[in-house]
């Protein structure tokens, strides 16, 4: 299984939030930290904002910080909202569907890789706060 690139960039910006603590942060100091595109981010950027993960702070001094503590964001339901799916194959034209066993199985892995995301949260992700906050924050300042 491989999350999408909107996934990917999701937990990226959670991350590096989360290192930052309280203080806000820009889309363009997430994108240079993590070297991709801000107008990449900025959708994914928007979406957690609405969604509450985020809260983005409008004005001159703005920027954005976690919409809730790290550890109450549940990375299990982080997923679920990124990802659109989790169909890992096509049966729409197959012509054994009718018979075939091969999707309930891949439901019930799908279903196992959710519960063990649904064990951890952001704060999981940032055990390792310090050596994070140096790398991604180098450049700060």
């Not at 001094?61 to 990375?75: H, Q, T």
Request: proline residues 2%.
């Amino acid at each position: 299984m491989r999350f999408t690139r909107y996934t990917d960039y999701a937990i990226r910006v959670l991350v590096h939030l989360g290192v930052n603590g309280d203080g806000l942060c820009s889309i363009a100091e997430i994108a240079r930290a993590y070297d991709i595109s801000e107008n990449h981010l900025m959708k994914v950027v928007q979406d957690l904002a609405a969604s509450g993960f985020i809260e983005a702070v409008r004005g001159r001094k703005g920027g954005l910080r976690l919409g809730r503590p790290a550890k109450d964001i549940n990375l299990g339901a982080l997923i679920r909202h990124t990802e659109c799916g989790f169909d890992l194959v096509d049966c729409g034209s197959c012509a054994i569907r009718s018979a075939c066993t091969l999707p309930s199985i891949l439901a019930e892995a799908v279903r196992a890789f959710l519960s063990v995301l649904d064990r951890y949260t952001l704060a999981d992700l940032l055990k390792h706060r310090n050596p994070l906050r140096a790398i991604l924050l180098s450049d700060a300042a």
